[in-house]
């Protein structure tokens, strides 16, 4: 059974290298573009770039993991995996085995590793 510092520091390294595979692939379709118009433009926003934001703040998050980090990793690994399954399914779009499958050992790490009872508040020394 690990202790709360040693899922500490799991959780951590776990947001840290989702954070950068994030930004690997934020930074991939900044320089691609997309195969489809940018809808996200038309609203006024870039995905890519709040792709990189949020890979940005899993990397800056693992000295302090806390709930509210697991959340949102949690909540982007379970959408990231329905998107998936979706395109999957759908419109002759092509799912991506490597998504699939990343989202499927992130949200399982992040699920079995999720402090229940115990506190979440960091130490200086970490």
Request: hydrophobic share 55%; net charge neutral.
């Amino acid at each position: 059974m690990l202790t709360s510092e040693n899922k500490t520091k799991a959780l951590s390294a776990l947001l840290v290298i989702q954070g950068a595979i994030i930004l690997v692939g934020a930074v991939l379709l900044g320089l691609t573009g997309s195969v489809i118009a940018p809808f996200d433009n038309i609203v006024g926003a870039d995905a890519s770039i709040a792709a990189v934001v949020l890979g940005a703040a899993f990397i800056m998050a693992y000295r302090t993991p806390t709930r509210a980090w697991l959340n949102l990793a949690i909540m982007y690994n379970a959408l990231a995996l329905v998107a998936q399954l979706w395109k999957g399914g759908n419109f002759g779009v092509h799912n991506s085995l490597a998504t699939t499958v990343l989202a499927v050992i992130f949200l399982v790490g992040f699920l079995l590793l999720y402090p229940r009872g115990e506190s979440m508040e960091m130490t200086p020394q970490h």
